[in-house]
């Protein structure tokens, strides 16, 4: 496939999130005093979108990049303090973007999906974590595949097979090796969304995964809570 340039990109996201904006984008009260932003909010939602595409991971190089070679399409670019402000309050509304284009699309309806988690550390695993914001909401855990012991939670990530992200969640991590299955089992039952072809399929499919491994393991006794 042949790619585009990048002002075709930003105008293809622009025009796809303004079009949505004003339909489903949340209306200032009237009579609300104040000036109105100059730089709007499908503005800063479609640079949201567009960095994704560009290899610039720190926001500074984005902007800079931006103000060096496209500043006739964004003339009132924000710097980075104001940028980064807007793109943390904007955050929900890009999500619901998100989500709407992948029911229009119909990508939730799918009866295949592929599954990957990913720990996500957020304190040292011997730190004390009594007066942690932490505590209560994470957990310790093991990544098989790294070697890995951590506190913290478990990025859970359905997407097609396509690579396309349907939904992801962030979930406590295993306390316990025996439980581990069960606790994919769980995520996946989370994340899902209730309407999804693939759900009820997907709760099959991994109860009885999680039965047999835990069984042959020699760890698992089937119980009521199991079932």
Not at 132 to 143: E, I, P, T, V
Not at 145 to 169: A, D, E, H, M, W
């Amino acid at each position: 496939m042949a790619s585009i340039t990048v002002p075709d990109l930003f105008t293809i996201i622009f025009v796809l999130v303004d079009d949505w904006y004003q339909v489903y984008g949340p209306k200032p009260p009237a009579g609300k005093p104040g000036v109105k932003p100059e730089f709007s909010d499908s503005d800063v939602i479609t640079l949201m979108l567009a960095h994704d595409y560009i290899p610039y991971p720190s926001e500074t190089q984005y902007i800079g990049f931006l103000r060096a070679n496209y500043l006739d399409l964004f003339p009132k670019l924000l710097d980075q303090s104001q940028f980064n402000r807007r793109v943390c309050s904007l955050g929900w509304l890009v999500e619901q973007f998100r989500r709407d284009w992948i029911v229009r699309k119909g990508w939730h309806m799918h009866t295949r999906f592929l599954l990957d988690t990913k720990p996500v550390p957020v304190m040292g695993y011997k730190r004390s974590k009594k007066h942690s914001d932490f505590l209560g909401s994470a957990g310790y855990g093991r990544c098989v595949s790294r070697n890995l012991k951590c506190f913290g939670y478990k990025l859970v990530t359905v997407c097609t097979l396509q690579g396309l992200p349907i939904v992801y969640n962030l979930v406590v991590l295993a306390t316990l090796l025996i439980h581990r299955v069960w606790n994919e089992f769980r995520a996946v039952i989370t994340v899902l969304p209730a309407n999804s072809r693939v759900r009820e399929p997907a709760r099959d499919r991994i109860r009885k995964t999680a039965h047999s491994r835990s069984k042959k393991s020699g760890y698992f006794r089937p119980s009521a809570k199991h079932k």
